[in-house]
């Protein structure tokens, strides 16, 4: 555990000191409170923010106070543009999302991608808790890529720790977690597209589980060519 713990330290040191100003986006996973576990720890000058979509669990907003006071890190939160919420659902519905591949995107786009662009508006790198073993499409991601999508720098500094490596930090370092991973939600995202996992399952196969696996993305990590 050292070595792979120092590599990610390394990792985001170089994301705060030498493509400053840099940001964790956080969706408050487990990998995310690792991230910014360590980033308390070596008091890096690395902001840190969550994406609110509006339909998240509520035991992802109690996570979100008990991070606040855990860790003297400013965690800003982004919201969807109203507006925007509001010409989708008058469209579509509020659960539209379920009706056909594009719907769902659309809502992720509305929800997610549109705040995350303001979030990371004028950084030069972005932290992100992405992890090669999470799902197929992640497998070959790298410590280190450029997001030629926000036109900055993008680090993954646990691209290489296994679910064991995740939960053994989490453990002795006491991080806080959602208490939906207890519950068999390795994966949490918004409340209605998200469900628990049976035993052996795929990890992400909660996340739009009424979909085909090959379009179990948000649209926040384009794949793109990795480096490192």
């Given at each position: 555990m050292t070595a792979i713990i120092?590599?990610?330290?390394?990792?985001?040191r170089e994301a705060?000191?030498?493509?400053?100003?840099?940001?964790?986006?956080s969706s408050l996973g487990a990998e995310d409170?690792?991230?910014l576990d360590l980033i308390a720890r070596d008091a890096l000058g690395i902001g840190v923010f969550t994406l609110d979509t509006g339909r998240l669990p509520q035991e992802t907003h109690d996570l979100l106070q008990l991070a606040?006071?855990?860790?003297?890190?400013?965690i800003a939160v982004f919201a969807p543009e109203s507006a925007a919420?509001?010409?989708?659902?008058?469209?579509?519905?509020?659960?539209?999302?379920?009706?056909?591949?594009a719907?769902?995107?659309?809502?992720?786009?509305?929800r997610k991608v549109m705040p995350l662009k303001r979030a990371l508006a004028g950084k030069r790198a972005w932290v992100t808790g992405l992890r090669r073993t999470q799902s197929p499409g992640r497998g070959a991601i790298g410590f280190q890529e450029w997001d030629a999508e926000n036109g900055l720098?993008?680090?993954n500094p646990l691209a290489d720790w296994s679910d064991a490596e995740v939960w053994s930090y989490?453990?002795?370092h006491q991080v806080p977690v959602n208490a939906l991973h207890a519950r068999g939600f390795p994966s949490i995202g918004c409340a209605p597209c998200t469900r628990a996992v049976a035993p052996g399952e795929d990890p992400r196969a909660g996340r739009w589980w009424w979909e085909n696996p090959e379009f179990n993305e948000c649209g926040l990590h384009p794949r793109q060519k990795a480096r490192g």
């Open positions: 120092n590599n990610a330290r390394a990792l985001l705060g000191e030498a493509h400053a100003p840099a940001v964790l986006a409170m690792v991230l606040r006071q855990r860790y003297a890190v400013p919420v509001e010409a989708y659902v008058a469209a579509h519905g509020p659960n539209g999302f379920y009706d056909t591949v719907l769902r995107q659309e809502c992720c786009r509305v720098q993008k680090f989490i453990e002795q």
